[in-house]
């Protein structure tokens, strides 16, 4: 089983009585390293950019990835000030570490007898923190995971390697790792202070939330962006895989495309044992997939963490930030969180001067050790469909508690409603595996066989949900085997907005086609907006395998005719319900947009008397009036 989930309730009290705390910590680093500039709480651009030092190390990792007898050593670009040299002037350090880093073909093939050394010289820093800290102070240092670049090693996709592997380069800024130049000479990392913060988009922020939740000293802050924390949650949702292409042996798709063309060779044996061990036959959370989710370590972080997440991304989807968040309120872990409005996104590319300020501060107080009042600022940066920013103290927004709804008939019955007390009788849905999502929300005033609607009546008043949605039904099934879907609907005239990420900027590696998006997990890009008038818009859908409703680590038949309570939870969403509005939540066995097809899923009937949704509402249950 994954770790119990705190009730938003409890969360709520618990963000506010620790709010006072976070926002009165103090900096874990030292005061300001000699020679760093800081005027009004920030540190100055001083250094010269263009003289800075840029070195390539290759750290010795405590892993042997790709059982060749030797430790991996890990490719390492680094940049610093020339007074790191010249005048003992000792750097923080800004961290990406990345599987994408892949070099040019001939620097691949530049692999020495021993394959431990390959290539010479730093491959070149493609973002904007070299520009930004290293004249400030700061190191930047970009890190390959193992089996990628220049890396030795097997890429392992979220396994224990790949936590080892960028936790050498901490410990070598440490001092507690041995790295050594192309030329064998050691490279000892004296100009740094050990602070570091590790940040990045996708693979590049999940790896930031592995280290964390190893422990790892030194480690001060990170930044994980769009970034998974539960790899099982990447490929699957509550027990069946997602459609498109991440249901069927992901871990071995995703080795192969970031592994170093040696590698590729080299591993093949290891990369294809990740698909064979991925449990595609039954989508359970396996002990392969216990390995890759980082949430149940998440007491060991010693870092603060700035969580940013786009709510519309359904690539790293939303419950990977939701459910990590939840473990930094229950360890009172410093932290923050911007939640945009875009998809699969970096905010460099949507809010770059806001962003770069941000992380200004943010760095200066954790690595720096800088009294800027960062801590003191809001906690929850949320962006609304229309591009509007707002601040809360806390999320869950305050004041957020459940608002519970039952499922009922309708006087009609072309219809169902969510009433505050429970009906009784039952309603059933035949599935249809073909069925899109818009044929299954739209017109919910129409009975439909495929799926059952229950809708809100019309709202009195704006109405801000905030956190995650969560199912309790009683599903009795016709067949051994039903996925049931649920999909929460805001039922109303509106103009949408929909961001695309198809245009190529803001790239973490240096070519990514569009088509790639959809199976890829480092990209990210400015987004491309587009409205439509519509009298729906969906805002957050969730699937379960009612095999799993006891347990996902292991599924058990059903039996058709019998009765199954199931409890299961949608992604999760801060949205604003506009006065006139309803609510509305849509029930379906498959969904293929979404999940992959079950094709032995027959019919469903619900039980209205035990069937309910928790809505996590800005003022509960008087949200809704009544």
């Known amino acids: 089983m994954r770790p119990a989930r705190t009730t938003l309730t409890l969360l709520t009290a618990v963000t506010a009585a620790f709010a006072g705390t976070l926002a009165a910590l103090p900096a874990t680093a030292a005061p300001a390293p000699p020679g760093m500039s800081v005027v009004a709480n920030e540190t100055q651009p001083i250094y010269s950019h263009a003289e800075a030092i840029r070195e390539t190390v290759y750290i010795e990792s405590a892993i042997d990835s790709d059982s060749d007898g030797k430790p991996d050593r890990i490719a390492a670009d680094v940049m610093r000030p020339k007074e790191t040299n010249t005048a003992g002037l000792k750097s923080p350090v800004v961290m990406e570490a990345s599987p994408y880093y892949r070099g040019t073909t001939a620097r691949e093939r530049a692999v020495d007898a021993d394959r431990q050394i390959p290539g010479t010289a730093p491959r070149g820093f493609g973002r904007w923190y070299d520009e930004f800290f290293v004249p400030r102070g700061y190191a930047v240092v970009e890190v390959e995971m193992q089996g990628t670049s220049r890396s030795a090693g097997c890429p392992t996709t979220g396994g224990k390697e790949d936590t080892a592997s960028i936790a050498a380069s901490i410990d070598w800024l440490n001092g507690r790792k041995k790295a050594f130049y192309a030329d064998g000479k050691p490279a000892v990392a004296s100009w740094s202070t050990g602070a570091v913060g590790m940040l990045g988009v996708s693979y590049n922020g999940t790896l930031p939330n592995a280290v964390a939740t190893a422990g ?177 103290s806390t999320w869950p927004q305050a004041g957020t508690a459940d608002a519970k709804l039952y499922f009922g008939p309708a006087a009609a019955g072309a219809v169902g409603s969510l009433n505050k007390t429970a009906s009784t009788g039952t309603q059933s849905f035949t599935n249809n595996s073909s069925q899109t999502e818009a044929t299954a929300v739209s017109t919910p005033e129409t009975a439909k066989a495929n799926r059952l609607a229950y809708l809100t009546a019309p709202l009195a008043k704006n109405t801000t949900l905030s956190g995650t ?158």
């Open 216 to 392: 790892i000293e030194g480690l001060k802050t990170i930044v994980p962006i769009a970034a998974i924390s539960s790899w099982y949650d990447y490929t699957r949702d509550q027990g069946i895989g997602y459609s498109g292409g991440w249901d069927r042996r992901y871990p071995e798709y995703l080795a192969n495309y970031v592994a170093s063309a040696e590698a590729k060779t080299r591993c093949a044996a290891k990369i294809k044992a990740l698909g064979d061990n991925a449990g595609d036959n039954t989508f359970d959370y396996t002990p392969f997939w216990q390995e890759r989710d980082y949430r149940p370590n998440a007491a060991n972080i010693k870092a603060s963490v700035f969580v940013v997440h786009g709510q519309e991304d359904w690539n790293v989807k939303p419950g990977h930030y939701s459910k990590l968040w939840y473990e930094l309120v229950k360890n009172n872990i410093p932290r923050k969180i911007w939640l945009h409005r875009g998809a699969h996104l970096d905010p460099i590319g949507f809010r770059q001067a806001e962003w770069q300020k941000v992380m200004h501060k943010w760095m200066d107080h954790w690595l720096v050790g800088l009294d800027n009042g960062v801590m003191k600022e809001p906690m929850a940066d949320i962006q609304r469909p229309n591009g509007a920013w707002e601040t809360h």
């Open 469 to 626: 949605t969560k199912l309790d039904v009683t599903v009795t099934p016709d067949s051994n085997s039903t996925p049931l879907t649920a999909v929460l609907v805001d039922y109303g005239p509106a103009t949408t907005t929909t961001l695309s990420d198809k245009t190529p900027e803001q790239l973490l590696t240096e070519s990514c086609e569009a088509a790639d998006l959809a199976m890829r997990t480092g990209c990210a890009a400015p987004p491309a907006e587009s409205q439509a008038a519509a009298t729906y818009q969906v805002v957050t859908k969730g699937s379960i395998d009612v095999k799993n409703h006891a347990s996902l680590k292991t599924g058990t038949a059903l039996t058709p005719g019998t009765a199954y309570r199931v409890r299961f939870e949608l992604h999760p969403k801060d949205y604003v319900f506009p006065a006139g509005h309803r609510i509305g939540v849509v029930l379906v066995a498959n969904l293929s947009s979404y999940v992959s097809v079950d094709a032995a899923a027959r019919g469903v009937r619900v039980s209205l008397a035990n069937s309910s949704i928790d809505l996590p509402l800005v003022g509960g249950g008087t949200a809704l009036g009544g």
